[in-house]
């Protein structure tokens, strides 16, 4: 399985979700977990996406999310879940 974690962060609006749900689904990455927040306007979420059977590579499916992101104002951060889990160990 070739997985990524996805976090999104900016000011609240309506469309984050979907905007950012549509272009996985276009490429059909997976979201095999999803966690969001809102803390005091503030919109936060994660993602474990699947990549396995996707139409697109790691590199490309993160362009295409920032390009995203720049339009719905939000900053979207990508990464492979090897180095993800690597950064965040104890």
């Known amino acids: 399985m ?25 490429y059909n990455v997976n979201i095999v977990d999803i966690s ?8 936060a979420m994660i993602m474990i996406v699947d990549l396995s059977n996707s139409k697109i590579d790691l590199l490309s499916l993160k362009k295409e999310l920032e390009k995203k992101a720049k339009e719905l104002g939000v900053e979207v951060f990508v990464q492979h879940e090897d180095i993800f889990n690597y950064m965040h160990r104890i």
Do not use: C, H, P, W
Not at 2 to 26: H, P, Q
């Open 2 to 26: 070739m997985r990524a974690v996805v976090s999104v962060i900016g000011k609240d609006k309506t469309g984050i979700v979907a905007g950012i749900s549509n272009v996985l689904a276009e």
């Open 36 to 43: 969001q927040t809102i803390i005091q306007d503030v919109f």
